[in-house]
């Protein structure tokens, strides 16, 4: 197994040197490595999260060809061009409340190109509101009460007599504090914008251009701009509306074995119906042309995101399929022998699944076998949230591959990356609310 993880390390320390789809490659090499000479399972690659980047990229891609984009980007600049280092401030708490809405983490891939765009524009260096706004989408997923993670919990808790509410009040403010501390922590992080290496020797080589806060929008595009952008905001009120009422997303029958099955149309599926839909209304009604969308920023960051993501997190499937006996086992035998270490089970788990709930499913009857006491285990909810450990997860790649400055990157010792401060930060200071609030509230 070492010598598994070894190579996963390797290949990833390799693609984040060669940068763009380089990542990508060396995770194909990777499990050239892994399934043909180790014989291991190939795993599964995250079919859904690539097909909801796909269709929520089309949607952005056209909204920037109808000028939807600069016209966001101009009205946020308006708002900011005093403090323009309030987006560091405002982006978390936006990805925040539309995750803990949804329910489901997926809403972000609307949002990155969004925030690394205006970011980029108005001077301030992305890598800190990109990185805290990933983070922010871990903790709107385990405050929302119709998340899979929080179901999971509750199911899990089912002979504690405990109901959604009190999980609520101790994890949603727990979660704001933390974020709080964690925007803290990045508020001020690095050189700015401006003073950059990274960014001045892009703007050197000509691998980007200088952008400046000023967005000009042609007095005949603003009418097309403006009604593209409502578009594209009115597609994710709908998909906030649709994860908070699932009853809002229709039934459907399939036969199987001669029987009719009646299935509820998934999350993920509604996602990138509704995205791509609003992509073609876009090009029907408000002159969004598909070769300029394709041509666009965002479509070549969304293509780079895609196929990092395709790499990276289809590699890392394959080596915890081919040992999760031995992971799931050895981390289940720890907490038998000292139950207080559950946090940090937890935590390494949730590195290698990539999922909160199934973190959730896999040890949290074991603490509930172990009869520890209810209040610890919701205080140690938060620690579910340590896909960020490793720079292999969908929404820490997408934010690398959208930030064209380079500065949210992956370090060259594979751990030094962009979301380490605020994922550790975050994770702790909101463990720790977490254990003060629900020792009083339960």
């Not at 909204?63 to 600049?77: E, V, W």
């Not at 929008?217 to 908070?244: D, H, P, Q, T, Y």
Request: proline content about 5%; glycine content about 10%; hydrophobic content about 55%.
């Amino acid at each position: 197994m070492w010598i598994e993880l070894l190579i996963l390390f390797t290949c990833i320390v390799i693609g984040a040197r060669l940068g763009g789809i380089g990542l990508g490659t060396m995770g194909g090499i990777g499990l050239v490595v892994l399934v043909f000479v180790f014989g291991l399972p190939p795993g599964s690659p995250p079919g859904i999260v690539l097909g909801m980047i796909i269709a929520v990229i089309t949607a952005l891609a056209s909204m920037q060809s109808a000028g939807g984009l600069d016209y966001l980007i101009s009205f946020a600049n308006k708002v900011l061009r005093k403090k323009p280092q309030y987006i560091t401030f405002v982006a978390p708490f936006v990805t925040y409340v539309l995750i803990a809405a949804s329910g489901t983490q997926h809403v972000i891939y609307a949002l990155l190109p969004v925030i690394a765009e205006v970011s980029t524009k108005a001077g301030v260096r992305p890598e800190r509101p990109l990185s805290i706004s990933v983070t922010a989408s871990m903790y709107g997923l385990i405050s929302s009460p119709i998340s899979a993670a929080t179901v999971a919990l509750l199911a899990a808790l089912v002979s504690y007599d405990v109901n959604l509410l009190q999980i609520m009040m101790v994890i949603i403010p727990a979660s704001l504090l933390g974020l709080i501390v964690g925007i803290l922590s990045v508020a001020w992080k690095g050189k700015e914008l401006k003073d950059d290496p990274e960014y001045q020797e892009r703007l050197k080589t000509g691998k980007i251009q200088e952008t400046t806060a000023s967005v000009e929008i042609a007095k005949e595009k603003i009418s097309n701009a403006r009604n593209s952008l409502f578009v594209f905001l009115c597609a994710i009120v709908v998909v906030v509306m649709i994860g908070i009422f699932p009853q809002l997303r229709p039934d459907y029958e399939i036969f199987s074995a001669g029987e009719s099955i009646t299935k509820h149309l998934e999350m993920g599926d509604a996602i990138m119906i509704i995205m791509l839909a609003a992509g073609g209304l876009m090009m029907i009604f408000f002159k969004a042309k598909p070769a300029e969308a394709v041509k666009g920023s965002i479509m070549n960051g969304g293509v780079v995101a895609i196929i990092s993501i395709l790499g990276v997190s289809w590699m890392g499937s394959s080596f915890f399929e081919g040992n999760r006996v031995e992971i799931v086992s050895g981390i289940s035998d720890i907490i038998q022998q000292s139950p207080w270490v559950l946090v940090i089970g937890l935590f390494v788990l949730s590195m290698l699944l990539f999922s909160q709930a199934a973190t959730v499913v896999t040890l949290m009857p074991v603490a509930v076998a172990l009869g520890m006491p209810l209040w610890i285990l919701i205080a140690v909810y938060p620690a579910v949230n340590g896909f960020f450990f490793l720079p292999t997860y969908g929404t820490v790649l997408a934010a690398v591959s959208f930030d064209r400055t380079g500065t949210t990157k992956i370090g060259k010792y594979l751990l030094n990356h962009s979301f380490m401060l605020p994922g550790i930060v975050c994770l702790v200071a909101t463990t720790i609310f977490a254990f003060i609030i629900s020792s009083f509230v339960l």
